[in-house]
């Protein structure tokens, strides 16, 4: 005689397969809810910080730096 393990007749290995994927969302849940309470890797930058990086690089010159730090100390 044959048993067929449930209604549509899948098995056994459906519902090893069912359990392996809610393992697997539970594990994926743990891990994303430590890594959104874990301490940043990098401190956010302030916006004259990033100012001042960009004039060391020399990505902007004196003159525009000195324009855009008044304008953030005016705002």
Same mark, same amino acid.
């Given at each position: 005689?044959?048993?067929?393990? =449930?209604? +549509? =007749?899948?098995?056994? =290995? +459906?519902?090893?397969?069912?359990?392996?994927?809610?393992?697997?969302?539970? *594990?994926?849940?743990? *891990? #994303?809810?430590?890594?959104?309470? =874990? !301490? @940043?890797?990098? @401190?956010?930058? !302030?916006?004259?910080? *990033?100012?001042?990086? #960009?004039?060391?690089?020399?990505?902007?010159?004196?003159?525009? +730096?000195?324009?855009?730090?008044?304008?953030?100390?005016?705002?």
């Amino acid at each position: 005689m044959y048993h067929t393990y =449930g209604p +549509f =007749g899948w098995g056994m =290995g +459906f519902t090893w397969f069912l359990a392996i994927v809610l393992l697997i969302i539970i *594990i994926w849940l743990i *891990i #994303r809810a430590f890594r959104k309470t =874990g !301490t @940043p890797s990098e @401190p956010k930058k !302030t916006a004259i910080a *990033i100012l001042e990086e #960009r004039y060391a690089k020399g990505e902007i010159d004196k003159k525009e +730096f000195e324009e855009r730090k008044e304008t953030l100390k005016n705002s």
